[in-house]
């Protein structure tokens, strides 16, 4: 059975849990790079990450996008929503059909 993961600071994921979630808390960008490694490569089907830490991670972000499973998605924090997680559902329904479809630029 798939699981569900979510990465970032303490404050921001531990709700999470509440609803099943995995919490990982994590700030330091190449801990949090290593942790990605091991959630990617086990039995998880979506891994969200605050927009926050993810920035320090777009590398890895990019290069596990690629894979079929798990899907990352990228969630505000508690410092507030910095627009990188709709880009990057506009760029995906873009990609899968073909024209901006949400919000229609």
Do not use: C, W
Request: charged share 25%.
């Amino acid at each position: 059975m798939y699981k569900a993961a979510v990465m970032g600071d303490r404050d921001s994921i531990y709700g999470f849990a509440a609803v099943g979630l995995e919490p990982h808390p994590e700030t330091d960008v190449q801990k949090a790079a290593a942790e990605l490694k091991e959630l990617v490569e086990g039995d998880y089907a979506v891994i969200y990450i605050t927009e926050e830490l993810a920035a320090g991670l777009e590398k890895e972000i990019i290069h596990y996008s690629e894979r079929e499973l798990p899907a990352i998605i990228l969630i505000p924090g508690v410092k507030g929503n910095t627009g990188k997680g709709m880009a990057a559902v506009k760029r995906s329904v873009e990609q899968a059909v073909g024209s901006d479809i949400i919000f229609n630029n």
